[in-house]
């Protein structure tokens, strides 16, 4: 019923920012946040940042927390992760996600390659 697609993703070097953006489609109704989680080869999906849609208060993992701010456009149906001062660490898919009381929502995912 929801669609969720990331764009931003690419190759970058260490030290660099890239700005990913999610939008969000379909039945959109009665959302409580969105947010990122990323995932590296051989290692569990973990949480990244989320926002909640009506208040708008972010919350961050430890790893990326100072480094990638999130936003949200509640009249777009929008979220944003902008990441600054990218590690080879990083380097992960992407995940944008949503909950509500519909229930949870993922998209396709975007790579992002952080060089050495």
């Known amino acids: 019923q929801v669609q969720l697609v990331e764009a931003g993703g690419g190759l970058v070097q260490a030290g660099g920012s890239l700005r990913l953006s999610c939008a969000a489609s379909?039945?959109?109704?009665?959302?409580?946040?969105m947010g990122w989680h990323r995932q590296a080869p051989g290692k569990e999906r973990e949480f990244v940042a989320t926002?909640?849609?009506?208040?708008?208060?972010?919350y961050y993992a430890d790893s990326v927390k100072g480094r990638f701010p999130i936003s949200r456009d509640n009249a777009e149906n929008t979220v944003s992760l902008q990441m600054n001062r990218l590690r080879p660490e990083d380097t992960a898919i992407y995940y944008c996600?949503?909950?509500?009381?519909?229930?949870?929502?993922w998209g396709q995912g975007t790579q992002v390659t952080v060089s050495s």
């Open positions: 996600n949503q909950d509500g009381l519909g229930g949870h929502y």
């Open positions: 379909g039945r959109t109704l009665n959302i409580a946040r």
């Open positions: 926002i909640s849609w009506s208040g708008g208060r972010a």
